[in-house]
C-alpha cells in the first residue's frame, strides 16, 4: 500500500499536540459564548487541529509521497539515549546547589548534555552540534562571560563542518575575527550589559 | 492630493534626518548582503536583528528592518544572474532568464536590467503606499471587532492557500502558530495558560525565539547538512549598459512586471516570490521576445525583477493600514512595532504619523540608495559571493546567540531558541511550512481578543459574522479561496508556479 509518510507523520504531529493541549485545557474556565472564559479560544483552537491532523492523516494513507528516510539503529539508539540522558542530567542536578541550582542551568546542562549524546551518529551530527553549542553559550554567558561564552559556541560549532576538522587553523582565524567583531558590535557600539570576564 | 503632498514633504523631512538616513543605509546594506549570500534570507536576518533595534527610535528600526527587506530582493538578483543560484526565494525566476544572459556576456546588461527595474517598481510601489494607505486606514477605522475577526481569519486562510504544498498542512501550522500564541496570561482574566509555571512564559512565548529557531538555527543545520553547492564564478560581469534593442524590450516587461507584482503584493499571504512567479508566467505569454525563452530573453529578468520589488513595497499595505501582516517578514514588523510599544493597525497613521510617512519616504530613499550600491558596487558583492559558508554559519550562530540572549538578558530565551530550532528541523523534514506557522502565532493573540469582543457585543450570537457587510464579504472571500484550492486544476496551476 501507497503511504505518504511525511503526511502520516505531520498529521499525527497535529493530532497528538493538540490532545496535550486539550488535556491541559481542563484547568482553565470555558466560560459562555458570550462571555468567554480563558478556556474556550483554545478549546476551539484544539479541536479544529485535530481536525485538520486528521484529514492530513486519512489523505497520506490514500496517496503516495515521498519516503522518510529510515534512521538507523545508531539514530534510534543516540535519539532515545539524548533524551534519556538529558532528562537525567537535569534531574540529579536540579536539586543541587551552587551554579546548577540557579536559574536555568540545570535545564541548560540537561540540554547540552541530551544534544551531545544526540550528535553521536552521522545522521544527528549537525543538528546535535549546533543545538549543544548554543546551550554550552546559555550556560557559559553569565558565569564565565561573554568571552569564554563566544569561544565555546564557536569551537564547537564549528566541528559540525568536517571541513574544519581537517584545518583547525580555520577555528582559530574564524573565534579570534568573531570575538573582536562581537565586542565591537555588541560590547562598544550596542553596549549590551554582559558580563565579559568570568565571575569567580 | 494637496494633502498627500504635504504629508509626503513631512515623511522626507523625517526620512532625510541623518539618523534615520544612516539606518536606511544600514539596512539596504545588510539587506543587500543576505540577499546575496544564499543560505540566509531576511526573516533570519530581521529576527536577528529585532533585539537590536530595541535601543532605537520606533521610526529608525523600522526604516532599517524595512531597508533589509526590500534590499534583500535587490542582492538575490545578483547571485541569481552570476551564479545560477537562488540568493533570495523570490530571484528563483531570475535564475532562468538571467543566468542564461550572462552565459552569452549580457551579465551586466542583466544586472543592469534588474536593478533599475527593480527601482522603477520600487517608486511605483511607494507611490501605491503613499496614496492607498489613508484611504484604506480610513475604511478601517470603521472596523468593529467582527469584522476585525473575519478579516484575520481571511488573512490566515490565504496565507496558508498560497503557502507551498499542501493546504491542509499549511492551515493546521496556521492554527499551531495560533494556538502557540495562547500561551501566557489570559488578558481578561489573568488566569495563566499553559506556562508550566515557568515566570517567562507569562508573557507568552517569545517572538523573537520562534522566529529565529525555526528561521535562523534551523535554517544553519539544513544548509549544512546540504553539500554545499559550489558554484564558480565565471562569468565575466561586462558592460552594465543596455544596448537600445534592449532597452525598448525590457521597459514593457518592467511596466507590466509592476502593475502584477504591486497588485499580489497587497494579498496576503502574496509578497514577492509569488509575483516574481506571475509575472515570469505573463511574460512567456506575452512578450514580444517569448520565442527566446530560455535562451536568455531580456524579459524575463526585467518584468520578475520589477515584480517582487514592487510586492515587497505593497505588502507593507495591510500592515500599516490594518495591522495584519501579509507575509512572515510583515510578521515581524508587527513584533517590532509591539516592541517598540506601538500597536500595528488603523490609528498608526494619525498616532504615529511620523513613521508612517517617515517609513514610506525612506523607501523610496532606500530605493535610491539601492541603485548606487547594486550598480556602481557590483565588484563589490562579487566578492562577497566568495566567503565560503563554513566561515558564515559560526557568525549567524553567534549573532543569533548573543541577539536572543540581549532580548530580556535571560538565558531562558537562549534555551526556548534552541527548543524551536529542533521543532524548526523536525518541520522541515515532515514538509510542513514555518512561514504560515510565524503568521498564526502573530495574529492568534489579536483574533481571541476581537473574537470575544465581537461576542460579548452581539450577546453570544456568532451570526454577527455573517451578519455585518464587511465581515460576511471577508468570510465569503475565504470560502471561495478554500474552495477553489479544492479544484484540482488550479491546485497543480498553484504547485508549478511555487515549486522551487
Same mark, same amino acid.
Given at each position: 500500500?501507497?503511504?505518504?509518510?511525511?503526511?502520516?507523520?505531520?498529521?499525527?504531529?497535529?493530532?497528538?499536540?493538540?490532545?496535550?493541549?486539550?488535556?491541559?485545557?481542563?484547568?482553565?474556565?470555558?466560560?459562555?459564548?458570550?462571555?468567554?472564559?480563558?478556556?474556550?479560544?483554545?478549546?476551539?483552537?484544539?479541536?479544529?487541529?485535530?481536525?485538520?491532523?486528521?484529514?492530513?492523516?486519512?489523505?497520506?494513507?490514500?496517496?503516495?509521497?515521498?519516503?522518510?528516510?529510515?534512521?538507523?539503529?545508531?539514530?534510534?539508539?543516540?535519539?532515545?539515549?539524548?533524551?534519556?540522558?538529558?532528562?537525567?542530567?537535569?534531574?540529579?542536578?536540579?536539586?543541587?546547589?551552587?551554579?546548577?541550582?540557579?536559574?536555568?542551568?540545570?535545564?541548560?546542562?540537561?540540554?547540552?548534555?541530551?544534544?551531545?549524546?544526540?550528535?553521536?551518529?552521522?545522521?544527528?551530527?549537525?543538528?546535535?552540534?549546533?543545538?549543544?553549542?548554543?546551550?554550552?553559550?546559555?550556560?557559559?554567558? *553569565?558565569?564565565?562571560?561573554?568571552?569564554?561564552?563566544?569561544?565555546?559556541?564557536?569551537?564547537?560549532?564549528?566541528?559540525?563542518?568536517? *571541513?574544519?576538522?581537517?584545518?583547525?587553523?580555520?577555528?582559530?582565524?574564524?573565534?579570534?575575527?568573531?570575538?573582536?567583531?562581537?565586542?565591537?558590535?555588541?560590547?562598544?557600539?550596542?553596549?549590551?550589559?554582559?558580563?565579559?570576564?568570568?565571575?569567580? | 492630493?494637496?494633502?498627500?503632498? /504635504?504629508?509626503?514633504?513631512?515623511?522626507?523631512?523625517?526620512?532625510?534626518?541623518?539618523?534615520?538616513?544612516?539606518?536606511?543605509?544600514?539596512?539596504?546594506?545588510?539587506? /543587500?548582503?543576505?540577499?546575496?549570500?544564499?543560505?540566509?534570507?531576511?526573516?533570519?536576518?530581521?529576527?536577528?536583528?529585532?533585539?537590536?533595534?530595541?535601543?532605537?527610535?520606533?521610526?529608525?528600526?523600522?526604516?532599517?528592518?524595512?531597508?533589509?527587506?526590500?534590499?534583500?530582493?535587490?542582492?538575490?538578483?545578483?547571485?541569481?544572474?552570476?551564479?545560477?543560484?537562488?540568493?533570495?526565494?523570490?530571484?528563483?525566476?531570475?535564475?532562468?532568464?538571467?543566468?542564461?544572459? &550572462?552565459?552569452?556576456?549580457?551579465?551586466?546588461?542583466?544586472?543592469? /536590467?534588474?536593478?533599475?527595474?527593480?527601482?522603477?517598481?520600487?517608486?511605483?510601489?511607494?507611490?501605491?503606499?503613499?496614496?492607498?494607505?489613508?484611504?484604506?486606514?480610513?475604511?478601517?477605522?470603521?472596523?468593529?471587532?467582527?469584522?476585525?475577526?473575519?478579516?484575520?481569519?481571511?488573512?490566515?486562510?490565504?496565507?496558508?492557500?498560497?503557502?507551498?504544498?499542501?493546504?491542509?498542512?499549511?492551515?493546521?501550522?496556521?492554527?499551531?502558530?495560533?494556538?502557540?500564541?495562547?500561551?501566557?496570561?489570559?488578558?481578561?482574566?489573568?488566569?495563566?495558560?499553559?506556562?508550566?509555571?515557568?515566570?517567562?512564559?507569562?508573557?507568552?512565548?517569545?517572538?523573537?525565539?520562534?522566529?529565529?529557531?525555526?528561521?535562523?538555527? &534551523?535554517?544553519?543545520?539544513?544548509?549544512?547538512?546540504?553539500?554545499?553547492?559550489?558554484?564558480?564564478?565565471?562569468?565575466?560581469?561586462?558592460?552594465?549598459?543596455?544596448?537600445?534593442?534592449?532597452?525598448?524590450?525590457?521597459?514593457?516587461?518592467?511596466?507590466? #512586471?509592476?502593475?502584477?507584482?504591486? %497588485?499580489?503584493?497587497?494579498?496576503?499571504?502574496?509578497?514577492?516570490?509569488?509575483?516574481?512567479?506571475?509575472? @515570469?508566467?505573463?511574460?512567456?505569454?506575452?512578450?514580444?521576445?517569448?520565442?527566446? %525563452?530560455?535562451?536568455?530573453?531580456?524579459?524575463?529578468?526585467?518584468?520578475?525583477? &520589477?515584480?517582487?520589488?514592487?510586492?515587497?513595497?505593497?505588502?507593507?499595505?495591510?500592515?500599516?493600514?490594518?495591522?495584519?501582516?501579509?507575509?512572515?517578514?510583515?510578521?515581524?514588523?508587527?513584533?517590532?512595532?509591539?516592541?517598540?510599544?506601538?500597536?500595528?493597525?488603523?490609528?498608526?497613521?494619525?498616532?504615529?504619523?511620523?513613521? %508612517?510617512?517617515?517609513?514610506?519616504?525612506?523607501?523610496?530613499? #532606500?530605493?535610491?540608495?539601492?541603485?548606487?550600491?547594486?550598480?556602481?558596487?557590483?565588484?563589490?558583492?562579487?566578492?562577497?559571493?566568495?566567503?565560503?559558508?563554513?566561515?558564515?554559519?559560526?557568525?549567524?550562530?553567534?549573532?543569533?546567540?548573543?541577539?536572543? @540572549?540581549?532580548?530580556?538578558?535571560?538565558?531562558?530565551?537562549? @534555551?526556548?531558541?534552541?527548543?524551536?530550532?529542533?521543532?524548526?528541523?523536525?518541520?522541515?523534514?515532515?514538509?510542513?511550512?514555518?512561514?504560515?506557522?510565524?503568521?498564526?502565532?502573530?495574529?492568534?493573540?489579536?483574533?481571541?481578543?476581537?473574537?470575544?469582543?465581537?461576542?460579548?457585543?452581539?450577546?453570544?450570537?456568532?451570526?454577527?459574522?455573517?451578519?455585518?457587510?464587511?465581515?460576511?464579504?471577508?468570510?465569503?472571500?475565504?470560502?471561495?479561496?478554500?474552495?477553489?484550492?479544492?479544484?484540482?486544476?488550479?491546485?497543480?496551476?498553484?504547485?508549478?508556479?511555487?515549486?522551487?
Amino acid at each position: 500500500m501507497k503511504i505518504n509518510e511525511k503526511d502520516l507523520m505531520s498529521g499525527l504531529f497535529l493530532i497528538l499536540i493538540a490532545a496535550v493541549g486539550l488535556w491541559l485545557n481542563q484547568e482553565h474556565t470555558l466560560g459562555s459564548a458570550r462571555r468567554m472564559g480563558p478556556g474556550y479560544m483554545p478549546l476551539m483552537v484544539f479541536w479544529l487541529q485535530i481536525g485538520l491532523g486528521a484529514i492530513v492523516l486519512l489523505a497520506s494513507i490514500f496517496s503516495d509521497g515521498e519516503k522518510l528516510t529510515r534512521w538507523t539503529s545508531a539514530e534510534i539508539a543516540s535519539f532515545v539515549g539524548g533524551i534519556a540522558v538529558g532528562t537525567a542530567v537535569w534531574w540529579v542536578l536540579k536539586s543541587t546547589g551552587g551554579f546548577f541550582g540557579q536559574t536555568y542551568n540545570a535545564v541548560g546542562t540537561g540540554m547540552l548534555a541530551g544534544f551531545l549524546v544526540l550528535s553521536i551518529p552521522q545522521g544527528w551530527r549537525i543538528l546535535g552540534v549546533i543545538n549543544a553549542a548554543m546551550c554550552l553559550f546559555g550556560l557559559l554567558l *553569565e558565569k564565565m562571560g561573554f568571552f569564554a561564552a563566544l569561544v565555546g559556541i564557536i569551537v564547537l560549532s564549528c566541528l559540525a563542518e568536517r *571541513e574544519h576538522l581537517k584545518k583547525p587553523v580555520g577555528i582559530l582565524g574564524c573565534t579570534v575575527f568573531l570575538l573582536v567583531m562581537c565586542w565591537f558590535v555588541f560590547i562598544k557600539q550596542l553596549d549590551i550589559r554582559v558580563n565579559l570576564w568570568p565571575q569567580l | 492630493m494637496e494633502l498627500l503632498l /504635504t504629508n509626503l514633504a513631512h515623511g522626507f523631512g523625517v526620512a532625510l534626518s541623518f539618523q534615520n538616513l544612516t539606518f536606511a543605509l544600514l539596512g539596504a546594506l545588510i539587506g /543587500t548582503a543576505i540577499g546575496v549570500l544564499p543560505g540566509i534570507g531576511p526573516v533570519a536576518t530581521i529576527s536577528l536583528l529585532l533585539p537590536i533595534t530595541f535601543g532605537l527610535p520606533a521610526t529608525t528600526a523600522i526604516i532599517m528592518l524595512a531597508g533589509i527587506f526590500y534590499g534583500a530582493q535587490y542582492g538575490g538578483s545578483t547571485t541569481a544572474i552570476l551564479l545560477n543560484l537562488p540568493g533570495e526565494v523570490s530571484s528563483v525566476v531570475t535564475t532562468l532568464e538571467g543566468y542564461k544572459m &550572462a552565459r552569452n556576456g549580457r551579465a551586466g546588461a542583466a544586472l543592469a /536590467t534588474a536593478a533599475i527595474g527593480s527601482f522603477f517598481a520600487g517608486t511605483v510601489g511607494t507611490v501605491l503606499v503613499a496614496a492607498s494607505g489613508p484611504l484604506l486606514t480610513q475604511v478601517a477605522l470603521s472596523f468593529g471587532p467582527a469584522d476585525y475577526f473575519s478579516l484575520m481569519l481571511l488573512g490566515l486562510i490565504i496565507a496558508s492557500v498560497l503557502a507551498q504544498g499542501s493546504v491542509v498542512k499549511a492551515i493546521g501550522m496556521v492554527v499551531f502558530g495560533v494556538a502557540l500564541g495562547l500561551v501566557g496570561t489570559d488578558v481578561q482574566t489573568g488566569q495563566q495558560r499553559f506556562t508550566f509555571g515557568i515566570p517567562e512564559l507569562s508573557d507568552g512565548i517569545g517572538f523573537v525565539p520562534v522566529a529565529m529557531g525555526m528561521f535562523g538555527i &534551523a535554517e544553519i543545520v539544513l544548509n549544512l547538512e546540504r553539500p554545499e553547492a559550489r558554484s564558480v564564478l565565471t562569468n565575466k560581469v561586462g558592460s552594465l549598459w543596455l544596448t537600445k534593442e534592449e532597452f525598448r524590450r525590457a521597459t514593457p516587461a518592467v511596466l507590466r #512586471g509592476t502593475v502584477v507584482g504591486s %497588485f499580489l503584493g497587497i494579498l496576503p499571504g502574496g509578497g514577492a516570490s509569488l509575483a516574481a512567479f506571475g509575472s @515570469y508566467m505573463m511574460e512567456r505569454k506575452m512578450s514580444k521576445g517569448r520565442d527566446q %525563452f530560455g535562451s536568455g530573453a531580456i524579459e524575463g529578468v526585467a518584468g520578475p525583477e &520589477a515584480a517582487n520589488n514592487a510586492a515587497a513595497q505593497t505588502s507593507f499595505i495591510p500592515l500599516l493600514t490594518l495591522g495584519i501582516p501579509s507575509n512572515a517578514v510583515m510578521a515581524l514588523m508587527v513584533g517590532a512595532l509591539i516592541i517598540q510599544g506601538i500597536q500595528p493597525g488603523p490609528r498608526m497613521v494619525e498616532a504615529q504619523p511620523d513613521l %508612517f510617512w517617515g517609513l514610506i519616504a525612506s523607501m523610496w530613499v #532606500g530605493n535610491l540608495m539601492l541603485l548606487v550600491i547594486n550598480l556602481p558596487l557590483i565588484g563589490m558583492w562579487v566578492k562577497l559571493l566568495q566567503v565560503p559558508y563554513k566561515y558564515l554559519y559560526p557568525a549567524i550562530l553567534v549573532f543569533c546567540s548573543i541577539g536572543v @540572549y540581549s532580548l530580556n538578558n535571560n538565558v531562558f530565551d537562549v @534555551y526556548m531558541t534552541v527548543l524551536f530550532s529542533v521543532f524548526g528541523y523536525m518541520c522541515n523534514k515532515l514538509r510542513l511550512e514555518a512561514a504560515p506557522l510565524l503568521i498564526g502565532f502573530v495574529l492568534g493573540p489579536m483574533m481571541e481578543e476581537h473574537l470575544r469582543r465581537a461576542m460579548l457585543l452581539s450577546r453570544g450570537d456568532p451570526m454577527v459574522f455573517l451578519q455585518r457587510p464587511i465581515s460576511a464579504t471577508m468570510l465569503g472571500i475565504g470560502f471561495i479561496a478554500l474552495a477553489l484550492m479544492l479544484l484540482p486544476s488550479l491546485r497543480k496551476g498553484k504547485d508549478s508556479a511555487l515549486a522551487e
